[in-house]
């Protein structure tokens, strides 16, 4: 009868220990990178995703040949009138009589819910919280700006600036060129 040793082809208790230590290691250099990285992302997002609203907005303006507006709304229902609302989503809808309001039998182009919650929304005045485009595609009343903040990140912090001619643009400072503000 032949006995000859074995090898064992499992690992020992030393090598398991090291190897969760140095994967513990490249973990944690990693997660900051994926933070920013998250933070980045949201902030995009929720940009992206508001500068589509608006093309849509104004791009049924003149394509209906219609007054189109878009407000602040937690339901996809009515406008709210809080300028710090744009966070809790927006609503586009035909607006027939002129008001600026959504009445019944207007036609609702489309809701968008909730956005990014790490990124807070807020128009840059109390009276100016809603966005009307015309049938030329023109912006209604006066530039307005928008401005994105991030909770986490205030480098991230962007706006978007609606001219009266309806040109919609992104900033990294407000129109007089300050930094963005989200106080």
């Known amino acids: ?28 250099l ?7 990285i998250r933070a980045k992302n949201a902030m995009a997002g929720s940009i992206n995703l508001f ?6 907005a104004r791009s ?23 300028h710090e609302a ?3 989503g927006y609503l586009i809808f035909q607006d027939s009589n002129k008001n600026r309001e959504r009445d019944v ?6 809701y968008q819910e909730k956005a990014d919650t790490a990124v807070k929304i807020v128009s840059s005045s ?18 307005t700006t928008v401005r994105f903040c991030h ?12 001219s009266n001619n309806g040109r919609v643009r992104t900033n990294k400072n407000m129109a007089d060129g300050s930094p963005v503000d989200c106080s």
Request: a positive charge.
């Open 1 to 28: 009868m032949d006995i000859t040793p074995t090898r064992s082809k499992g690992v020992t208790l030393v090598e398991l220990v090291i190897t969760l230590a140095v994967a513990g290691i490249l973990t944690s």
């Open 30 to 36: 990693a997660v900051p990178a994926f933070s920013n």
């Open 51 to 56: 500068l589509s609203q608006l093309h849509l």
């Open 60 to 82: 049924s303006a003149v394509t209906r040949e219609r007054r189109i507006t878009l407000c602040p709304a937690s339901s996809p229902s009515e406008c709210d009138d809080d």
């Open 86 to 88: 744009w966070k809790n």
């Open 105 to 110: 039998g207007e036609e609702i182009i489309s």
């Open 126 to 143: 109390r009276f100016r919280n809603r966005i009307t485009f015309l049938a030329l595609g023109r912006a209604w009343f006066s530039n």
């Open 151 to 162: 909770e986490k990140r205030p480098d991230l912090n962007r706006v978007i600036i609606v």
